[in-house]
């Protein structure tokens, strides 16, 4: 089993930034690959970031490209999602998830964190 807690949403302006944290316990957390995934009301759950064990392989969705990263400390049990120059429609749940093969892409996790929400402000 794998417990993720993640921290750091809130209300922020267009335009500014927020950094989320998501730390890992249970199970080695360098051998995991950690994915951040975002929920708006009435819309699916999407894929925004995943980055692998080592965090030498880092994925971004499309539509946050250019703005948001992820990275991780393993020494910390940890993975961050920074977010820069935030828009409305950024606004969601954000949640943590972790999967077994360690490789970050967009799909195979298993566990999940509670989210953390994040909303922007016109």
């Known amino acids: 089993q794998v417990q993720l807690v993640e921290s750091g949403g809130g209300l922020v302006q267009a335009g500014g930034s927020l950094r989320l944290s998501c730390t890992a316990s249970?199970?080695?957390?360098?051998?995991?690959?950690m994915g951040w995934f975002r929920q708006a009301p009435g819309k699916e759950r999407e894929f925004v970031a995943g980055?692998?064990?080592?965090?030498?392989?880092?994925s971004i969705a499309d539509s946050v490209k250019g703005r948001f990263t992820t990275s991780r400390d393993n020494g910390k049990n940890t993975v961050y999602l920074r977010m820069n120059s935030l828009k409305v429609e950024d606004t969601a749940m954000y949640y943590c998830?972790?999967?077994?093969w360690g490789l970050g892409k967009e799909y195979g996790y298993k566990y999940w964190g509670q989210g953390t929400q994040v909303t922007v402000s016109s």
């Open positions: 249970g199970r080695t957390f360098s051998s995991l690959g």
């Open positions: 998830a972790a999967e077994v």
């Open positions: 980055i692998s064990w080592s965090g030498g392989r880092i």
